[in-house]
């Protein structure tokens, strides 16, 4: 019976690790995402936005590299064309 409950307890352990890594992935792509938009919103409070920008061919090129308040970061690059 302690082995089983000490199997479950180590399977929980791992699951909340994967599921914070999860939503810490989410709130990234998030940030990015909305750092990548024409108009960009101010990054949250404790977040560092890298933001680029090019213009080629009539297109824009937005680049942006987030770290969260934790020291993860991630990029994004997003193309922007007008209708034609």
Known sequence: MVMIVTALSGYQRVLMH????R????QIWRQAWQQTALYPFSPA???KANRM????SGCVSISVTMVSPSGRQGQMTRLHCPNR
């Open 45 to 47: 409070e404790g977040w």
């Open 23 to 26: 939503h810490q992935y989410l």
């Open 18 to 21: 994967s599921f914070a890594l």
């Open 53 to 56: 920008q090019t213009t080629q």
